[in-house]
């Protein structure tokens, strides 16, 4: 672990490490496990952050937490993803690394569903010691709505902006953001967007979160605050997590240069 180097952080979907269409919670261990053989290669500073996938879309969607306040269905929600960031975990842990349960839910406030603050000062510790910190989509409190549904599409920004992170990867299930032809279209800025957007369909699974689009936009809102360029891939691909994390440009770039 080299403690001079840049901060890679790597998003890894909920699509690529559970079943979606499950309605509660089905893991998909093999992929689990083959994602952290490829993140045990990697050996600089790194923070990971999952999505939910069936472990909180459909809790979510069930106690309906992005319509109305309920305490038992956020608790529920939320002890649901825990159980999925337990499986990231221990397989990382089983691969090698030392990774570390990091649970929103405990040290993120948002304000009508946008983070307005989140105690990051354990996560520099971790970094600067070897520990790879695991964040996941969570049930967050709310200073106006109580709770709030906080995706890991809006962790990875603002984890970037706050700890100056020089790469940032979404391993999504789609080979990027894909055109009308079903190809990867290469690079989004904010000015092509516009032509972009109405090929971004919405997710064939529950999402209460924004899908494609949710992360597109995510990262289009980082382009405007910072010059770092994000990439869309496919993490459910042999190799392609270690690829990104090796410095390779894959997938779907997002920036505001065009490059
Ligand atoms: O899958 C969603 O996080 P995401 C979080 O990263 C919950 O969008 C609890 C549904």
């Known amino acids: 672990m080299k403690a001079e180097e840049g901060i890679t952080i790597l998003k890894i979907g909920g699509s690529v490490i559970t079943d979606k269409s499950s309605d509660d919670g089905s893991a998909k261990l093999d992929e689990i496990e083959r994602i952290a053989a490829e993140i045990s290669r990697f050996s600089g500073r790194l923070i990971i952050v999952h999505g939910a996938g ?3 879309h459909p809790q979510a969607k069930r106690y309906a937490l992005t319509e109305k306040f309920d305490a038992k ?3 529920i929600t939320h002890d649901s993803v825990k159980n999925l960031n337990r499986f990231v975990v221990n397989s990382l842990n089983k691969a090698g690394l030392n990774s570390v349960p990091v649970h929103p839910i405990g040290n993120t406030v948002c304000e009508n569903g946008r983070i307005v603050r989140m105690f990051i000062e354990g996560i520099r510790i971790m970094l600067k010691n070897g520990f790879v910190p695991v964040l ?3 049930v967050v409190m709310d200073t106006v709505l109580g709770i709030s549904i906080l995706s890991g599409d809006q962790i990875v920004p603002f ?3 706050q700890l100056g992170a020089e790469r940032i990867g979404i391993g999504s299930a789609k080979d990027g953001v894909l055109d009308n032809e079903g190809k990867t279209i ?6 092509n967007f516009r032509d972009i957007e109405k090929y971004i369909g919405a997710s064939e699974n529950t999402d209460v979160t ?3 689009f949710g992360k597109v936009d995510e990262l289009l809102k980082l382009c405007e605050i910072s010059s770092i360029t994000s990439y869309i891939f496919n993490a459910s691909k042999n ?5 990104f994390l ?3 440009n894959i997938g779907t770039a997002i920036n505001n240069t065009g490059k």
Not at 186 to 191: A, F, G, P, V
Not at 239 to 243: A, P, Q
Request: proline share 0%; no cysteine.
């Open 54 to 56: 069936s472990f909180g």
């Open 73 to 75: 269905g956020a608790i």
């Open 136 to 138: 996941h989509g969570d």
């Open 159 to 161: 984890l970037a902006m």
């Open 186 to 191: 290469e690079t989004i800025t904010s000015s």
């Open 210 to 212: 924004g899908g494609m």
């Open 239 to 243: 190799g392609n997590v270690l690829k």
């Open 246 to 248: 090796n410095g390779e």
